[in-house]
């Protein structure tokens, strides 16, 4: 992840990358590498840190940096609770920098197409969502910080999950207070790092309610998010990724109905997009404010504030393990 931080970096030309650090970095590095991450955060002559480390370095790292006059860009998850992240926005407050942080899917084009659909008007209001992002892991999993409970602070919804509960936020516009969830460890079983989250939610004023999946067990990767309005529908299905496993982004629209009930799919238009631009795009975003004063308009502390605070909500609901390991199966590699 910090290589491709690294070279959106370098593409938007507006800034360079004095040093790098990471505890097993390789020989390799085309940057000077420092001695430690707080050696880089001391350098009076760095004016901005990218974090992109295992998730219980988030939020003293961010801390630490924005307390030494640093601009922040931080990977998810910012932390491991809201209120976590609530002190952070009490020193970003204090420091007067610019802190953001990576929730890249909101700049993903067809997310984009989708949200300036439906804030368009033309289809109405938001009548429900439905999200399900999966992918799979293999039994190299275990062994990295990931699987480490007081490492990583949870399992699938903090590591991608997260994303499509924050673009059920930035679609709606408006918070979930109506939260119903089931959070296990069946598969892996492994306390604390949850391979399956089902949620259903609801924002009780507008009604609008949603339907999610986020899984570590979906054996062939997927991301598919629907949003149906009261007068049309928009569908994303695939994602363009650097892994390249998720499908093409292929982003369907509809406005109306066919006639029920036998409704057909020959009204629908549907934009295939081939590129992924939205690490470029985010980085542009960051270096907007850092160099030109730009508001931060996604991944704000206050959004990530809102995604936490609906992840506690979730994982309030407790979580469930299966009693022993399930048996290995052909897609890790057993009989």
């Not at 989708?114 to 992002?133: A, I, N």
């Not at 004063?293 to 979580?319: C, F, K, N, W």
């Amino acid at each position: 992840m910090g290589r491709i931080r690294a070279e959106a970096i370098q593409a938007d030309g507006r800034g360079f990358i004095a040093q790098v650090y990471d505890a097993v970095s390789p020989q390799d590095s085309p940057y000077p590498v420092a001695s430690s991450a707080q050696a880089i955060i001391d350098d009076p002559s760095v004016q901005a840190v990218f974090i992109c480390a295992a998730n219980d370095q988030n939020k003293p790292l961010a801390m630490a940096a924005l307390r030494a006059g640093k601009h922040v860009f931080c990977e998810k998850p910012p932390a491991f609770t809201a209120d976590d992240v609530r002190e952070i926005i009490a020193v970003e407050r204090q420091s007067g920098k610019v802190l953001m942080y990576g929730f890249n899917h909101r700049h993903h084009a067809g997310v984009r197409k989708m949200k300036q659909v439906v804030d368009s008007g033309l289809y109405g209001r938001v009548l429900w969502m439905r999200g399900r992002y999966g992918k799979s892991v293999d039994e190299n999993y275990l062994s990295t910080w990931r699987a480490d409970r007081n490492r990583a602070g949870g399992g699938i919804l903090l590591d991608q999950g997260i994303h499509m509960l924050d673009l059920f936020l930035f679609l709606a516009d408006a918070p979930f207070d109506d939260v119903h969830a089931f959070v296990s460890s069946r598969y892996w079983n492994i306390p604390g790092i949850e391979d399956n989250v089902f949620a259903i939610m609801r924002n009780q004023a507008s009604g609008i309610e949603v339907s999610f999946h986020s899984t570590m067990t979906q054996w062939r990767h997927l991301f598919s998010l629907e949003v149906f309005l009261e007068r049309g529908y928009v569908v994303l299905n695939g994602l363009k990724t650097s892994s390249g496993t998720y499908g093409e982004e292929v982003l369907t629209i509809a406005r109306n109905r066919t006639v029920a009930p036998a409704a057909s799919w020959e009204s629908e238009e549907r934009l295939q997009f081939r590129v992924d631009t939205s690490w470029q795009s985010e980085a542009e975003h960051f270096m907007d404010a850092v160099t030109l004063a730009l508001p931060i308009t996604a991944g704000t502390s206050g959004q990530a504030l809102e995604v936490m605070s609906l992840i506690d909500r979730i994982y309030a609901h407790g979580h469930a393990v299966s009693p022993v390991l399930h048996e290995r199966l052909q897609v890790v590699g057993g009989p």
